[in-house]
């Protein structure tokens, strides 16, 4: 029973991993290279055409999972503090708690995607013209960029 549980789990993992990276691949059976945008449906489909089936294997805990998983990314896509959250929270923040978490979130969101234009911008430069025709600040943006993923990183 509890690999049964364990296995549901892991298609919910595999829905917010769908949801976080769906042009990554995945190679389905460790043969097929699918794209987990297509790979997470093909695996839904086999659950719900083998459920039908009594093969003994739990595949409405496989397609719960997967509805756990989907209801789990919609909460954090849309910045939603989750209930049990709540409960941990300082009386005098819960008020507020879901609308200041969703203005860092989308700050930060665009602070990461004007630094991801930017770093493509750089990069594409130094592919098309080489590392010498970068200008000053465009060398620095690159060291600050490496510290700050050394420092992610932890080294």
Do not use: C
Request: aromatic fraction near 12%; glycine fraction near 6%; avoid cysteine.
């Amino acid at each position: 029973a509890m690999i049964i549980g364990a296995s549901g789990a892991l298609m919910g993992v595999f829905v917010a991993y769908y949801k976080f990276f769906p042009e990554r691949t995945l190679l389905l059976f460790f043969v097929i290279p699918l794209k987990m945008k297509y790979a997470i449906w093909v695996l839904i489909a086999l659950d719900i055409m083998m459920s039908q089936t009594n093969d003994s294997i739990a595949h409405f805990t496989h397609l719960g999972g997967v509805l756990a998983g989907f209801i789990f990314m919609y909460l954090f896509n849309n910045n939603r503090v989750p209930f049990w959250k709540r409960w941990f929270l300082p009386k005098n923040k819960k008020r507020n708690s879901r609308s200041n978490r969703s203005e860092k979130v989308l700050e930060g969101e665009v602070a990461y995607i004007d630094q991801d234009k930017q770093m493509d911008a750089i990069l594409s430069k130094v592919s098309k013209e080489g590392v010498s025709s970068l200008t000053e600040s465009e060398r620095q943006y690159l060291l600050k960029a490496g510290d700050r993923l050394r420092r992610r990183r932890g080294q």
